[in-house]
């Protein structure tokens, strides 16, 4: 049996979309899988599968202090490198302790682990899954050591043209997927509100939501019984609260914080349309999970939205408040809407499909 070396995040109930590819494509019967990963704090993590051990080591997990005194930003940089470096040497030992055929790292920072495969002639692949292919992308060091990749997996299209030339081969397309035995739609009773779920970072665009939602309310006094409910935590959560208060937005817009996995389905199902207000984004999950519970889906016109939503969905460029806004009302309005459609899109995004896309390639 063919035995694969996987470094990524992991799943928890807490946060099920970190670490969520990874873990689902190790769910196979024909290999046996090493997951070495890290977790935040005290969790929940998901039922670890049949064919993977699991190795959990101290990762760093704290928020980079971008806005900080400089030496906070010296500290930190300091603490980031001696956790990579100190997890990747675990990677390494574990690597020849398995006597693994493959290494396949989810993150650039652990390419140390990749090169000693290489050096032992082990085979070796990345997956790309979003914000880490900009720290990459004009990084010489790593288009040097990044010849010791079999093949290159990328989960957004936008970065394929880019990636290609990094590496110099094809990069092929993968995608996430969904679980729809547990993201259902409940049939039930939907509330006026609107939904995102998100990261509380500069390239969610949850300015640009929260400007056009503040639009769209003002602009349509009935229908200012509506709510915008955003879940999620991030560095930008403090601004964006602050930001709802001097906007008198308090009835209207709710922060509600990091919310497991239950907690979002429930969320899903009570509200009557998703927002994905994002400036970038590798593939969401949150999207097509929004899809799955029943909901009216709006998206900015970025990455890999364009191959969920086709030409039916609700698409608009990102960082325009005022195209959330007449978005919001169109959908409203929409007794239309085509949710047929949504259920064909969700039946091509299965777990089942992106471990067959990936069992072809590696098998090849």
């Known amino acids: 049996m063919i035995t694969i070396l996987r470094l990524a995040s992991y799943p928890t109930y807490e946060e099920s979309g970190r670490g969520l590819h990874c873990y689902e494509i ?118 040097i050591l990044s010849k010791c990749f079999d093949n290159v997996f990328s989960i957004s299209p936008r970065y394929l043209e880019t990636l290609k030339k990094i590496h110099n081969k094809e990069i092929i397309q993968v995608y996430n997927g969904i679980d729809i035995e547990v993201y259902q739609n409940f049939q039930q009773k939907r509330k006026k509100q609107i939904v995102a779920v998100a990261n509380f970072k500069y390239q969610k665009g949850l300015k640009f939501l929260v400007q056009g939602f503040s639009h769209f309310i003002s602009n349509n006094p009935k229908f200012n019984n509506y709510k915008l409910v955003i879940a999620g935590r991030g560095i930008l959560f403090d601004e964006i609260d602050l930001m709802t208060k001097k906007m008198n937005l308090s009835k209207n817009v709710f922060l509600v914080g990091q919310k497991n996995r239950d907690e979002l389905i429930k969320l899903y199902n009570e509200s009557e349309i998703f927002i994905l207000s994002s400036i970038w984004e590798g593939f969401a999950k949150v999207l097509i999970e929004a899809m799955a519970c029943g909901c009216k889906v709006i998206s900015t016109n970025v990455d890999s939205a364009p ?58």
């Open 26 to 143: 190790s769910k196979t019967t024909q290999t046996k899988v090493i997951y070495l990963t890290w977790f935040r704090k005290k969790c929940n993590p998901f039922k670890i599968p049949k064919n993977v051990r699991l190795y959990v080591r101290k990762f760093y997990t704290y928020e980079n202090p971008k806005k900080s005194n400089f030496f906070k930003r010296i500290f930190f940089n300091i603490y980031r490198l001696f956790r990579v470096f100190t997890f990747s040497l675990n990677g390494i030992y574990l690597l020849f302790k398995h006597r693994v055929d493959i290494v396949h790292i989810h993150s650039p920072m652990f390419i140390a682990v990749s090169l000693f495969g290489c050096l032992f002639r082990k085979k070796n692949y990345i997956t790309f899954h979003g914000e880490d292919f900009f720290k990459i992308k004009n990084k010489i060091w790593y288009k």
């Open 307 to 364: 191959l969920v939503l086709e030409d039916w969905g609700y698409m608009i460029n990102h960082s325009d408040f005022e195209a959330i806004s007449s978005s919001i009302k169109k959908i409203i309005e929409d007794d239309g809407y085509q949710f047929d459609k949504q259920e064909n899109v969700l039946k091509k995004f299965t777990w089942r499909n992106i471990r067959k896309l990936y069992y072809n390639e590696i098998f090849n």
